[in-house]
Each structure stands twice: as structure tokens, then as C-alpha cells.
């Protein structure tokens, strides 16, 4: 119902409600009070014209002078008043029409309300009418553009997963030869922005079907029955579009493990993933339509959905590769005019564990930067800041109000991240270490890019450990214990993660053994001893923390040096950093290179042998 048809229709009601109103207002203007006492004496004096009698408590009192104007005063109900009046010459009606006005008004209203009960509850219907119809138009065959497998970089090994279903929607005569059975649904997981949703559209473009693509959260309303209804409603389009693909994104919204409970599990949810089981049971042998999920959450789905014959297979979207990042890459950035320094390969090696959404988004930010300064091309120092923008936001301006003090805090922080870096994991890649403070709350930061491997050995974990501690142990060494900061607060958060896993997921602690302890108490950490376990983490973590605080002790030289170029020059980038380990860098003469640059630190120099 458009907005011209309710106005139209709520006319009369509004109307009828003025006019009411000031019918209202109007009586109300012309009626005044007054006592007993005052009538009394206006009938001694000769003054009243006439008294209207009624049951109400009130009686209506009209006087030779002004007789529109009436007067309300109390009504003794004296059997005697009506003949006390007539004696007094003053003429009296007894009137019963107040109460037929007041029935005739209580009618009338209980009329309004009934007719507002019934637009109301139209209006609800059709407005839940539409409600279900709205899956109708996110579930229209498309999308208009037609995607293939040329618009999907890397994920190579999902595209061979599903080559075969493409196959058989193209050709179903052949797998019917040997009585096989088309797939009747495929379950895309992994983290977000890996391009499931993108995969699903590739497959419908290669086949040549019709694309239905909803949300999870589509079907899961506040309406009991209209997520079921939707679910058979989206079935029975696909089915009148033959061959069809349907794409429901974040399954996981409805496809929740269902627990027992008192109402029987017959909510709304456990209502609509029924009638998706019921459908997905439903398709007969070789029908042709393929249903797809997308999900971050494969753990939580009930098992029901997983199992053969409803979703058949599971097919992981992983984040990209460093070849899969640099086609990712080259893909996103083939529209787009590149200066030539800019290196995809490169830039695939520094974007670790960026999925494809984020690398696009690394391309986009940098492409406003390069418009923002009206560049005629998008140059590497444009994708650069974007980079930093991205992982931590984006630098400030105003740096006034920096003291020297905190200045020099966050130079030996980083410092120490990007030392014990270089010394124990040339495998990873410092690509900046920064004192400039983000619009995120960093201070500074240090970017530690590790290499790709399918697996991370106990060395890695313990490696890992030692450069999120190793900010804390240089505030330590140089400005004391009583003065170490909050900085390294998001670096413990992380090292206590990953001794967690250490100890209790992987079962890389000697004194516990080859035990994942959640599995052993069915997911209750509670239920192991929270001392016996703080007391084994804190065990391991003081260990890596003393090894780091001597790995540092061992080359404070370098720490020095490292913090004298990020006091003078505030970035430093990898170049920097070789250059300093193998002494080939020199800082301004406007810094201080005396030994007592910064007094607490004695700069013995250590030659060791790399």
C-alpha cells in the first residue's frame, strides 16, 4: 500500500477526529462553573431562566441575563428541588439525552477502535506479505553480469573441486551413464573476504544457470513461519528455472547446531532449517539445481546439514598464497594506472595473510590516495601508505604534544621487536619500524612479516613468542623494571595466545604431554586446574622472556643503533635495518652519537658472528 492510499484512507479518520474535537473544545468554551451556594442565591435574587435536570451529578443551570451561557453546578438530587424551582417560577426540564450522548459516544468510539484494529491488522498483513515476497527479489536469477573462473585469482585447488559440478550441470546425460548422482549441495569455508561468494558466482557463469543468491539472515524473522515459507518459495523458483544454482551466504545464520530445549526446538530457526533439509531432500535424482553455502564457521553448523546428500561437500576458500596474492593483485590492478616501480611480486611477499578482499581493498585506498593528490599514475609510495593505513591506520598529524620521554620509550620498544627479529627469523621480513603514532592508538610498530608455510613448528611458536616479548625486555633493560610501559600490552595478549595453544592445543609441553586439555575436559578448561595451568603457561613464557632478555643484553649495540635511527629519521625500512646490522649505517650529525645518547644505556659494542 503506497503512501498516496493510506492518506486517502486515514482522511476521514483524521477528519472525524477534528471535527470531534472542537465540537469538544467548543462546549467546553460556552460551560462554567458554579457553586451551590452562588445558584441558591441566584434564585433568591431572581436570576435563573432555567434548570435542566439530569442523573448525572451535575446539573445545567441557564440565567435570564446571557442565556447562552451555561453553568454547571452540584446536583443535591433532592426530590423536593424540582418542586422548590416551580414554586420559584423557574422553568425545569428533566433531560435523559446526557446519557444517551454518553452510550451514543462510548459506541462511537468502541466504532474508531475496531475500524483502527482492522486497518492495522490489514496493514500488518500485507506489510508481512511483502516481508516474504522480499526474498523473492533478492532471489531473482543473476546477477546481470556474468562471471567465470577468469574473474577468480589463485584457489586453484577449489576451482578443480568443482569443475565436475559445472560439468554435470552442463552435461547430466553423461554422469546418468554411469549412475552417478549429482551433489546436491557444497559448503564454501573459510575466513572472510576469500571470495566464496565470488566462486559461487564464477560456477553459475561457467555452467550457464540461473544465479539465486540470498542471505542467510533472509529467512530467520520475527514472523513465525515466514523463514519456512521463504526457503519453499526460493526452492519452487529454482525448480520452475530448471537447471538453477542457489548461493545462500552466512548459513551459518541459520544453520546453527539445534539443542534440545522445552519447547521441543520448534522455533523459528529450527522451523527454517527444517524446510531447508525437507528441500534438500526433496530434489529428485539428477533435477539439476545445486545448492551452495558460505560460511566462517563450519564448527558451528548441525551436523545434519553436513551430511551426504544434504551438503556433500566442503570445499575451503583459503587466503591467498604469495602467487595467489601477486594474481590477485595483477587482477584488481589490470583497470588501474600503475606506475611502473610498483612490484606485484613484491607487494604479494609483504601481504601476508591478506585474503582477497583486503588486497583489493589495498588497491582501492591507494588509487584515492593518487586521485586526492591529482598524480597522473598510482605510485608505490601511494600503495605503501595505504598498506600502513590498512594494518594501522593512518598516521598522525599532530605529534606536538609527543613527549621526548615517550619518544624515546617507543624507539627501544620497537627497537627490540625489530632486533630480536633480525636475529632469530631471517625468514621473516621487517618491511617498517616506525615511532609515528596511528589514529588507531599505536604508538609505533613493527612490521614483521613471516613467510608462508603450510605448518608452524615449535620453534616458530617459541620464535613468535620472543619478538612479542622482546618490546617489553628492551623497556626493561634500558629504563628499568619500575619503568616499564602499557605498550606492550597488545604484544603480551598475543604471546599469551599462542603459549596457550602451545600448551594446551598442540601438546608441545614435556610436564603435560601429548594432550589437547579441552578435548580432554570436552571443551571446559575450567574443569583442568587453572593453577596447574598458569603455572605451566607462565613456566614457558618466563623461559622465552629471560632468552630474549639476554639475546638483547648479548647486542645492545644494535638495539642502541636501531633507536638512534628511528629517534632521527622516525621509519625505518628493511634496507635500514641490513644496513645497521652489517654497520653500514650512519645517522646525521644532528643526532648525538655519544655513548650517553641515552645515559642508562652502556654501548659495548658486541661483534658476534652471523
Known amino acids: 500500500m503506497n503512501k498516496n492510499k493510506i492518506f486517502k484512507w486515514a482522511l476521514p479518520f483524521i477528519f472525524l477526529a477534528v471535527s470531534l474535537s472542537f465540537l469538544f473544545f467548543y462546549q467546553r468554551s460556552k460551560i462554567e462553573e458554579m457553586t451551590y451556594y452562588e445558584f441558591l442565591e441566584k434564585v433568591e435574587s431572581n436570576q435563573v431562566e432555567e434548570v435542566i435536570l439530569n442523573s448525572n451529578p451535575k446539573m445545567k443551570v441557564r440565567l435570564k441575563e446571557g442565556s447562552d451561557k451555561i453553568y454547571v453546578t452540584d446536583n443535591p438530587r433532592n426530590p423536593e428541588l424540582k418542586e422548590f424551582l416551580l414554586k420559584q417560577q423557574i422553568q425545569v426540564v428533566e433531560d435523559d439525552s446526557a446519557t444517551f450522548s454518553n452510550i451514543l459516544r462510548g459506541v462511537f468510539m468502541i ?40 574473474d577468480v585469482a589463485d584457489n586453484e585447488e577449489a576451482k578443480e573441486e568443482v569443475k565436475d559440478i559445472i560439468d554435470f550441470l552442463k552435461k547430466p546425460e553423461k554422469y546418468i551413464k554411469y549412475g552417478a548422482r549429482m551433489p546436491r549441495g557444497i559448503i564454501f569455508y573459510g575466513p572472510p573476504g576469500t571470495g566464496k561468494t565470488l566462486m559461487a558466482k564464477a560456477i553459475a557463469g561457467e555452467a550457464g544457470v540461473p544465479f539465486f ?12 513461519g515466514v ?77 545434519a546439514l553436513l551430511r551426504p546428500g544434504r551438503f556433500d561437500r566442503q570445499v575451503e576458500i583459503a587466503l591467498p598464497d604469495v602467487k595467489g596474492r601477486e594474481e590477485i593483485l595483477r587482477l584488481h590492478g589490470k583497470n588501474k594506472p600503475l606506475s611502473d616501480e610498483v612490484d606485484f611480486s613484491k607487494l604479494a611477499k609483504q601481504t601476508v595473510y591478506f585474503s582477497g578482499a583486503m588486497l583489493e581493498n589495498l588497491l582501492n585506498e591507494a588509487a584515492i590516495m593518487a586521485a586526492n593528490r591529482n598524480a597522473k599514475a598510482i605510485s608505490l609510495k601511494d600503495i605503501d601508505k595505504a598498506f600502513y593505513k590498512i594494518i594501522a591506520g593512518s598516521e598522525k598529524k599532530d605529534r606536538s604534544n609527543i613527549l621526548e620521554k615517550d619518544r624515546e620509550i617507543t624507539a627501544f620498544h620497537e627497537a627490540g ?42 620453534k616458530d611458536m617459541e620464535v613468535q613468542i620472543m619478538i612479542s616479548l622482546a618490546g617489553r625486555a628492551a623497556e626493561e633493560l634500558i629504563f628499568g623494571e619500575d619503568n616499564i610501559t602499557t605498550g606492550a600490552s597488545n604484544d603480551i595478549e598475543k604471546a599469551t595466545q599462542i603459549i596457550r595453544d602451545y600448551v594446551v592445543k598442540y601438546g608441545m609441553s614435556k610436564s603435560l604431554g601429548l594432550l589437547n586439555i579441552d578435548v580432554l575436559f570436552n571443551n571446559q578448561s575450567q574443569a583442568f586446574s587453572e593453577e596447574a595451568l598458569i603455572k605451566e603457561c607462565s613456566k614457558h613464557m618466563e623461559r622465552l622472556y629471560k632468552e630474549t632478555r639476554n639475546l638483547i643484553i648479548e647486542h645492545k649495540y644494535y638495539l642502541n643503533q636501531i633507536a638512534k635511527g628511528l629517534l632521527y629519521k622516525e621509519s625505518l625500512s628493511e634496507e635500514d635495518l641490513d644496513d645497521i646490522m652489517e654497520d653500514k649505517f650512519s645517522i646525521s650529525d644532528s643526532v648525538n652519537e655519544k655513548e650517553d645518547l641515552l645515559p642508562m644505556v652502556k654501548c659495548n659494542r658486541v661483534v658476534e658472528a652471523r
Do not use: C, W
Open 227 to 303: 523463514g519456512a515459507s521463504r526457503i519453499r518459495s526460493l526452492f519452487e523458483k529454482a525448480r520452475k528455472a530448471g537447471k538453477a544454482l542457489i548461493f545462500i551466504d552466512e548459513i551459518d545464520a541459520l544453520g546453527k547446531k539445534r539443542a534440545a530445549s522445552v519447547t521441543g526446538g520448534n522455533d523459528e530457526r529450527d522451523q527454517t532449517l527444517n524446510a531447508l533439509l525437507t528441500e534438500m531432500s526433496g530434489f529428485k535424482e539428477n533435477e539439476g539445481i545445486i545448492v551452495i553455502a558460505a560460511t566462517n564457521r563450519l564448527d558451528v553448523l548441525d551436523e
Open 213 to 224: 543468491s540470498v542471505s542467510g539472515s533472509d529467512f530467520v524473522q520475527m514472523y513465525v
Open 111 to 150: 466504532g474508531i477502535f475496531f475500524a483502527f484494529l482492522r486497518y492495522m491488522s490489514k496493514n500488518f498483513g500485507q506489510q508481512s506479505a511483502k516481508d516474504m515476497m522480499n526474498i523473492q527479489t533478492s532471489a531473482l536469477p543473476g546477477p546481470n553480469k556474468t562471471y567465470s573462473f577468469n
Open 417 to 458: 621487536h625489530a632486533l630480536v627479529t633480525k636475529l632469530i627469523a631471517p625468514g621473516h621480513t621487517v618491511s617498517k619500524v616506525t615511532i609515528i603514532p596511528s589514529t588507531k592508538g599505536a604508538g609505533g610498530f613493527s612490521m614483521n612479516i613471516p613467510p608462508d608455510k603450510m605448518y608452524h613448528t615449535k
